[in-house]
């Protein structure tokens, strides 16, 4: 099994910043991609940002140049600094990650998402 545990959601006006943390734990061999979805309230789950064992990155067209995210590959963490945040990015929002996890007698892929964040952004 492998987990991931996020954090850093809350409340904050336009305008403003947060930064998202998410980490993975377990039997973990190898992780190829971590990320971030979001969904809010009547719509679907939308990819916000991605990105690779080797840092190439990808982003949603509504977040880039505001949203930029990070990866320590020897805490097998990611990271999602949001800056200049509109009521539009109000979602509870998602880690991810897909990889390589240790078992017998052959190690094997797994895909984990987290538990979820609350991100809301009001006046």
């Known amino acids: 099994q492998v987990q991931l545990v996020e954090s850093g959601g809350g409340l904050v006006q336009p305008g403003g910043s947060l930064r998202l943390s998410c980490a993975a734990s377990?039997?973990?061999?190898?992780?190829?991609?971590m990320g971030w979805y979001r969904q809010a309230p009547g719509r679907e789950r939308e990819l916000v940002a991605a990105?690779?064992?080797?840092?190439?990155?990808n982003y949603a067209d509504s977040v880039k140049g505001r949203f930029t995210i990070s990866r320590d590959n020897a805490k097998n963490t990611v990271y999602l600094q949001m800056n200049s945040l509109k009521p539009e990015d109000t979602a509870v929002y998602y880690c991810?990650?897909?990889?390589?996890?240790?078992?017998?007698?052959?190690?094997?892929?797994?895909?984990?998402w987290g538990q979820g964040t609350q991100v809301t952004v009001s006046s």
């Open positions: 991810f990650a897909n990889g390589v996890r240790h078992s017998v007698p052959v190690n094997t892929p797994f895909s984990s």
């Open positions: 377990g039997s973990i061999f190898s992780i190829a991609a």
């Open positions: 990105i690779t064992s080797g840092k190439s990155t």
